[in-house]
T-cell receptor, first 112, second 114 residues
Framework: GQSLEQPSEVTAVEGAIVQINCTYQ??????LSWYQQHDGGAPTFLSY????GLEETGRFSSFLSRSDSYGYLLLQELQMKDSASYFC?????????????FGRGTSLIVHP | IAGITQAPTSQILAAGRRMTLRCTQD?????MYWYRQDLGLGLRLIHY???????GKGEVPDGYSVSRANTDDFPLTLASAVPSQTSVYFC?????????????FGPGTRLTVL
């Protein structure tokens, strides 16, 4: 089986830096992805880590340590519009197919 | 059509009724997915299709069926709806089913089963 653990809620103030952690257990590993979802909206892709290290995209960065089965999403210079849910996701190989699995999501609340 | 669309946007359904949720993408993506999203439970995979003509079961397939007759369409059918199927349903697609796999999501269908 597979499972992902991430905090249910994180709060921060505008302009700050916040880190959302994700630990995973999978029978295989084919990369860690992050998605953002605003209330009432659809999830949108943020980043993907297939190898260890840091991937940076503007204010957002994502990190992966395969040896620790751990990754995180780092959001810098927080803005009010960053208030949303953030999901980590992995792909597991099962029966010859790649099956995506999402964590339960972290609700980020940004205060002025 | 631009991207991935779903219909209907929302639906209230009597228990026991049959319902098909529609999903269409125009990106020529091989892989398509159906998820349900319930508060506190994240996105759970119902069924998937890696290419036209093939389908597979996800984490929560019971009570649902899918078909993939062509690349663009991936309908989800509830044969006999039950209240526990009240949820928001998202369809998604990706160019491949392999490791790097950005999924594009439709706007969702909010389904209430009474």
């Amino acid at each position: 089986g597979q499972s992902l653990e991430q905090p249910s809620e994180v709060t921060a103030v505008e302009g700050a830096i916040v880190q959302i952690n994700c630990t995973y257990q999978t029978s295989g590993f084919y990369g860690l992805s992050w998605y953002q979802q605003h209330d009432g909206g659809a999830p949108t892709f943020l980043s993907y880590n297939g190898l260890d290290g840091l991937e940076e995209t503007g204010r957002f960065s994502s990190f992966l340590s395969r040896s620790d089965s751990y990754g995180y999403l780092l959001l810098q210079e927080l803005q009010m519009k960053d208030s949303a849910s953030y999901f980590c996701a992995v792909r597991d190989r099962r029966g010859g197919s790649y099956i995506p699995t999402f964590g339960r999501g972290t609700s980020l609340i940004v205060h002025p | 059509i631009a991207g991935i669309t779903q219909a209907p946007t929302s639906q209230i359904l009597a228990a026991g009724r049959r319902m098909t949720l529609r999903c269409t993408q125009d990106m020529r993506h091989n892989a398509m997915y159906w998820y349900r999203q319930d508060l506190g439970l994240g996105l759970r995979l119902i069924h998937y299709s890696n290419t036209a003509g093939t389908t597979g079961k996800g984490e929560v397939p019971d009570g649902y069926s899918v078909s993939r007759a062509n690349t663009d369409d991936f309908p989800l059918t509830l044969a006999s709806a039950v209240p526990s199927q009240t949820s928001v349903y998202f369809c998604a697609s990706s160019s491949t089913s392999g490791g790097y796999n950005e999924q594009f999501f439709g706007p969702g269908t909010r389904l209430t089963v009474l």
